[in-house]
T-cell receptor
């Protein structure tokens, strides 16, 4: 079993839709949860960062962490074609110390 | 957040040769990381580069194949040695948060796209 599972997609939605991206994980010791966005031929950029459980909102983006279910989500409201990218979840802070574990990434296409 | 640059941005190399990738950060950082990202796959950590000490390699990666230098707090290099087509990948440099508080967040360079013929 992989430490982090993420559906690779692709996920295709119309402009304006609400997008839900998810990851599950197995290591209950993870404390830090991140979402990265990676455009084609670019490096990943940090999008959202959450410590422990709860929700965090930043503009059209909301990150949720449910540690009891070992499940994290990223919601994108009013999706735009410019949101088309690969979204990678990541987590760390477990017994591995600072080592960050990444999901495989979900490719998202937002159609105009 | 840190601004990270990498050189070269891409290269096409012959098998058996070596390529050195440079990573420059606009601020001093403690931890620098080198990742490999193969098509459709997640980021795989190659090694962690600390200034003033030997790099720490992950399972499956060895110093002879991927020698790393870290001469100061803003710069690192990764060499891909004796390349084969299986080394074709994107190589990414990243740094931990520079805020002085370890938050386990990382910032990435733009990557080096390597093709080995």
């Amino acid at each position: 079993q992989k430490e982090v599972e993420q559906d690779p997609g692709p996920l295709s939605v119309p402009e304006g839709a609400i997008v839900s991206l998810n990851c599950t994980y197995s290591n209950s010791a993870f404390q830090y949860f991140m979402w990265y966005r990676q455009y084609s031929r670019k490096g990943p950029e940090l999008l959202m960062y959450t410590y422990s459980s709860g929700n965090k909102e930043d503009g059209r983006f909301t990150a949720q962490v449910d540690k009891s279910s070992k499940y994290i989500s990223l919601f994108i409201r009013d999706s735009q074609p410019s949101d088309s990218a690969t979204y990678l979840c990541a987590m760390s802070g477990g017994t591995g110390g600072f080592k960050t574990i990444f999901g495989a990434g979900t490719r998202l296409f937002v159609k105009a | 957040s840190a601004v990270i640059s990498q050189k070269p941005s891409r290269d096409i190399c012959q098998r058996g040769t070596s390529l050195t990738i440079q990573c420059q950060v606009d601020s001093q950082v403690t931890m620098m990381f080198w990742y490999r990202q193969q098509p459709g796959q997640s980021l795989t950590l190659i090694a962690t580069a600390n200034q003033g000490s030997e790099a720490t390699y992950e399972s499956g990666f060895v110093i002879d194949k991927f020698p790393i230098s870290r001469p100061n707090l803003t710069f690192s290099t990764l060499t891909v040695s004796n390349m084969s087509p299986e080394d074709s990948s994107i190589y990414l440099c990243s740094v931990e948060s520079t805020l002085g508080i370890s938050t386990d967040t990382q910032y990435f360079g733009p990557g080096t796209r390597l093709t080995v013929l």
